[in-house]
């Protein structure tokens, strides 16, 4: 299923799959999205109007002349145009409706949630000088291997470990973004463990008695077997040190290399001294996590950390299926619910792939 049937053929079936007309009419009305009806009859043309436009990449004047062609509404693309403005906080309360249909209530054995932010940057040639883009941030849900988590954000939200509500019970898997100390400490509190790749210099390294540890010595006394497992312990702004896990693996030759290689051309694109500590801690994978010994060995926290991949697999899947790239637009009130909608074609869709056979790779 592509987003043109969800607009065409299937569209009785997208409004169903949203909450019905009467609860999409009445959501459009309290979030000031559709106030009354003028050129677009109802919030569900208003709906069919902005995926429309939002999905398809032809433009506002090409919109308004299928919209007039299929005899849902007679507005000019200046009309479209402030019609799509005001759509952004209802679009997120669709999604959010969504999601919440589809979270898990408990943890059923150990629940896995898989962190991570995917981006694309703003329109024009000034916010791509600047780095302007958005963010969104997600959380991928194993075994059903399904986004129960989506938030969009410009440049200023950053990647935090505790964005997503904790479901107790959970395996709350990031890569180095979310090697976040305080906030690790706030995850933990409700419940839930936590498995994060580590990086020698972004976090207070401490020994049992609170004092600084000397992580690369750490790694130094391997010797032999190639792999760390001990405990470790993380200092904070605020509250007492985080006791936690530190498990760490020798990369292979040839995997050492590699990454000595990106991090002297990372040093010399950014203009920095490389440190002889980075080119050490290259060559070790790092991780940290709240996941006892006694219950998770250290070859199997490296599994669970392997399954991170599922969820940069996941994103590519759905780009591929959705066309989610940069939006056309500068304007934040056009450009938002552009994004939106992207979003909330990923959540209908999502549950429609295996059944429709498509595959992840």
């Known amino acids: 299923m592509t987003h043109e049937s969800l607009i065409d053929d299937d569209w009785d079936w997208t409004v169903e799959r949203l909450g019905g007309a009467p609860w999409l009419s009445a959501s459009a009305r309290e979030t000031k999205a559709f106030a009354r009806a003028r050129a677009v009859r109802s919030p569900i043309d208003l709906l069919r109007l ?3 436009y939002c999905l398809g990449h032809v433009g506002l004047r090409a919109t308004s002349a299928w919209a007039q062609a299929m005899g849902l509404a007679a507005l000019s693309d200046v009309a479209l145009l402030e019609r799509l ?36 940057a703003k329109a024009g040639a000034q916010a791509k000088r600047n780095n302007s883009l958005w963010r969104v941030h997600s959380a991928f849900e194993l075994p059903s291997e399904r986004f129960d988590f989506l938030e969009l954000t410009d440049e200023h939200g950053g990647e935090r470990i505790d964005r997503v509500p ?11 973004g979310y090697l ?9 509190a409700q419940g839930a463990d936590v498995l994060v790749r580590a990086s020698w210099r972004q976090a207070r390294w401490l020994d049992a008695g609170a004092k600084p540890l000397d992580l690369l010595a750490v790694l130094g006394s391997a010797g032999q077997s190639g792999f760390v497992d001990q405990p470790i312990w993380l ?14 693996l020798l990369k292979p030759a040839a995997a ?25 801690a290259a060559d070790w994978v790092m991780l940290i996590t709240s996941l006892s010994s006694e219950t998770f060995a250290t070859e199997d926290i490296f ?32 450009a938002k619910p552009w994004l939106l909608s992207h ?17 992840p790779s």
Not at 166 to 176: A, C, F
Not at 180 to 188: C, S
Not at 258 to 278: I, V
Not at 303 to 322: H, N, V
């Open 343 to 359: 979003l909330l074609m990923i959540l209908l869709v999502e549950p429609l792939v295996d059944e429709f056979g498509v595959s």
């Open 256 to 280: 050492a290399a590699e990454a000595r290689r990106k991090a002297r051309r990372y040093a010399q694109r950014e203009g920095h001294q490389l440190s002889a500590g980075t080119l050490v």
């Open 235 to 248: 200092g904070r702004k605020s509250g007492p040190p985080l006791a936690l896990r530190l498990v760490a």
């Open 180 to 188: 976040q100390a305080d906030r690790i400490g706030e995850v933990l």
């Open 303 to 334: 599994k669970l950390y392997r399954m991170r991949w599922r969820i940069e697999l996941a994103f590519k899947r759905l780009k591929s299926l959705i066309g989610l790239r940069s939006p056309p637009a500068k304007d934040p009130r056009l």
């Open 166 to 176: 904790v479901v107790p019970g959970e395996i709350r898997i990031g890569d180095r």
């Open 50 to 52: 902005t995926l429309a």
């Open 85 to 120: 403005r005001k759509t952004g906080g209802w679009l997120s309360i669709l999604i959010a409706r969504l999601l919440e249909q589809g979270r898990p209530e408990t943890a059923k054995g150990r629940l896995i949630r898989i962190l991570d932010a995917s981006s694309v």
